[in-house]
């Protein structure tokens, strides 16, 4: 099993343009995120979809918008590129969460975004 | 705001010593708590978690520690290794927030052989 893939894996933008991140997991899971890592602030959560065919906003959510293509892909859109966006971007996917129990989030490698 | 808190931006130790990684709270909703280590150029791997009703859970060399009313977590590594070297997340989740993450800083551990 690959896990959870991402791609791509570097990517340089100029202010404006715009790009789509893709993440696919094979492990059937029902949930999957999208965070992204700065410097000095952890992980946040951008987007994140509990089952197919729901999205919700996570804590940071503007200037980008997300796609859940079906079970396995996720995928995470920037449709005019800012400097503020330059950071590392992460999928996760775990298996759907309760309020009773909580199951481990799998992480993809991460893609290196820069914004010229 | 940030309800999840890690001060210590890096610990170095030796090798066969113990390591602890400290890591606060603000949010008393928060009712599961949990341990990412993260290698360069890698995403973050589980490592262990811990339910609110609980004050301890152990997992080979790694020990979680939750002190709910001080709104404290550490993790203990016994022994520490060069390959546990890696910045290590703490993560918390609200009761209601389903599969939603609140992370820490990070803190880079260093061991050294």
């Known amino acids: 099993n690959a896990g959870v893939t991402q791609t791509p894996k570097f990517q340089v933008l100029k202010t404006g343009q715009s790009m789509t991140l893709q993440c696919a997991q094979d492990m059937n899971h029902n949930s999957m995120y999208w965070y992204r890592q700065d410097p000095g602030m952890g992980l946040r959560l951008i987007y994140y979809s509990a089952s197919e065919g729901t999205t919700d906003k996570g804590e940071v959510p503007n200037g980008y918008n997300v796609s859940r293509l079906n079970k396995r892909e996720f995928s995470l859109r920037l449709e005019s590129a800012a400097p503020s966006q330059t950071s590392v971007y992460f999928c996760a996917s775990s298996e759907f969460p309760t309020a009773q129990a909580y199951n481990e989030q799998f992480f993809g490698p991460g893609t290196r975004l820069t914004v010229l | 705001d940030q309800q999840v808190k890690q001060n210590s931006p890096s610990l170095s130790v030796q090798e066969g010593r113990i390591s602890i990684l400290n890591c606060d709270y603000t949010n008393s909703m928060f009712d599961y708590f949990l341990w990412y280590k993260k290698y360069p150029a890698e995403g973050p791997t589980f490592l262990i978690s811990i339910s609110s009703i609980k004050d301890k859970n152990e997992d080979g060399r790694f020990t979680v520690f939750l002190n709910k009313s001080a709104k404290h977590l550490s993790l203990h590594i016994v022994p520490s290794q060069p390959g546990d070297s890696a910045v290590y997340f703490c993560?918390?989740?609200?009761?209601?927030?389903?599969?939603?993450?609140?992370f820490g800083q990070g803190t880079i551990l260093t061991v050294h052989p």
């Open positions: 993560a918390a989740k609200g009761g209601t927030s389903y599969g939603k993450l609140t």
